[in-house]
């Protein structure tokens, strides 16, 4: 197997972002394990679907964040019960995080195969780092929008990091360490952000 | 939990079952395929994440049925 080589934008990136959007949107509308805190909509839980895009976006860059940010606006949306603006703003932090953490592997030149101690380290840092920011952000659009009071601001974010990062540490240390070194064959593969 | 098709846990089982007949495609595929195929590389990497997903959403199914008292 050779390692496919960075390119321009194809439309082959688009087909990778709808095949695992629609997979994702699936995980998203049912595997989360929620831990509810009355007053605190979307905020707590064990999200999977945050294990697969976080992986997603390391192998397909921007491609593989807009699969997580289309499965999960898609599968948590309509279905939940919350109101448009709580699973957008949702939607749009599970857009950030994993592209937040791309440019921390980027800046870092980190190998998503996690072969070393130093990729493992960044790798459990930097996801902590983007799923902090992500739920800072999310949950103050919520606060905004006066659906969550600021004490609850700060119990989101401190619940939304801790579930969001188990399990992208959990799911996605196993993705990135099982199929990276597959997926590097594959030429829709992406070096940078979107190519 | 409304605009569902189905009740949630039904649905739930027969997503379940849909990426488990999609996991098994991948393998099926990735075992029919040559190592110096282009497509080999790209079809294990799939299988695994298939299998990775439909293990997580069965766990998730496990974990929900319990505590919702399906089971």
Redesign the interface.
């Known amino acids: 197997m050779s390692t496919a080589g960075k390119g321009g934008v194809k439309p082959g990136h688009l087909v990778v972002s709808g095949i695992f959007g629609g997979i994702c949107a699936g995980a998203a509308l049912f595997s989360i394990i929620i831990v509810p805190i009355p007053g605190l909509p979307g905020g707590s839980g064990f999200w999977i679907p945050a294990g697969l895009y976080f992986a997603l976006t390391l192998w397909f860059g921007f491609w593989g964040a807009l699969a997580g940010h289309i499965g999960t606006f898609i599968g948590m949306g309509p279905f939940f019960g919350f109101t448009f603006q709580v699973w957008a703003d949702g939607a749009l932090g599970d857009f950030f995080a994993p592209l937040i953490n791309l440019a921390i592997f980027r800046a870092t030149k980190a190998d998503p195969e996690l072969k070393t101690r130093r990729d493992l380290a960044i790798w459990i840092v930097s996801v902590i780092i983007s799923t902090c920011l992500a739920s800072m952000w999310i949950h103050y659009v919520n606060y905004s929008f006066g659906t969550i009071t600021f004490d609850f601001w700060k119990w989101g974010v401190i619940a939304y990091t801790i579930g969001d990062s188990l399990a992208v540490l959990i799911i996605g240390t196993l993705l990135l360490k099982t199929a990276t070194k597959y997926f590097k064959t594959f030429p829709y593969y992406v070096k940078g952000l979107f190519s | 939990?409304?605009?569902?098709p189905l009740p949630y846990a039904e649905?739930?089982q027969l997503?379940?079952i849909?990426?488990a007949v999609i996991a098994v495609a991948a393998v099926l595929w990735n075992r029919r395929l040559d190592?110096s195929s282009?497509y080999?590389?790209?079809s294990?990497?799939f299988a695994?994440?298939?299998v990775?997903?439909t293990v997580?959403?069965v766990i998730?199914?496990i974990?929900?049925a319990t505590f919702m008292k399906w089971i």
């Open positions: 939990m409304a605009n569902l649905l739930f997503v379940t849909i990426y190592k282009r080999y590389g790209f294990k990497a695994i994440f298939m990775v997903v997580f959403l998730s199914y974990a929900q």
